[in-house]
C-alpha cells in the first residue's frame, strides 16, 4: 500500500533532483488505483504539464510499466493505432514509472513533465528510487 508519508518521500526526491537539474517540473505520485496521492508543482513549472505529469503516472499504473514502453504500440506503424487514445487517453513518452513493493505488488506510479523528455525520466527515476530508500 502506498502511504502518504512514502508518496511524500517520492514526491521530495524527484524535487531535489529536478532542483539539482535547475528545472521546475510537475510531479504526480498516485496510488494502485490511479488516484492522486500527492502533487506538487515547483514554482516556475509549466502550468501545461500538470496534466501530463498526472496522465504520465496514470498511463504507467493503468499498465504497470514504463510510459515509454507503450511508444511501440502507439508508435505510427505500431500494432495498435490509436492506442494512447483509449483509456481516455494515454501518455506514451518517458516520465512515468510504476511503483512496486518489496514483494512485486504494484502499489502506485510517479509521473513528472516540465522539462525534456529525459529529464522528465531522470527526475522520475530519482523519485522511485526513494522507494528503496
Not at 492522486?36 to 504520465?56: Q, S, T
Not at 487514445?85 to 513493493?101: E, Y
Amino acid at each position: 500500500m502506498l502511504t502518504l508519508k512514502t508518496a511524500r518521500t517520492l514526491l521530495a526526491a524527484g524535487e531535489k533532483r529536478a532542483s539539482d537539474l535547475n528545472i521546475p517540473v510537475n510531479i504526480a505520485v498516485l496510488d494502485a488505483g490511479a488516484h492522486l496521492a500527492a502533487f506538487g508543482r515547483m514554482d516556475g513549472a509549466v502550468l501545461g504539464a500538470i496534466e501530463i505529469a498526472i496522465n504520465k503516472a496514470r498511463t504507467s499504473v493503468l499498465f504497470a510499466a514504463p510510459t515509454e514502453v507503450l511508444w511501440d504500440y502507439a508508435r505510427p506503424g505500431g500494432t495498435s493505432p490509436g492506442f494512447e487514445t483509449s483509456n481516455g487517453g494515454l501518455t506514451v513518452f518517458a516520465g512515468g514509472l510504476p511503483l512496486f513493493d518489496g514483494t512485486g505488488a504494484l502499489i502506485g506510479a510517479v509521473g513528472v513533465s516540465g522539462g525534456s523528455v529525459a529529464q522528465d525520466f531522470d527526475i522520475a527515476t530519482a523519485a522511485v528510487a526513494a522507494l528503496g530508500a
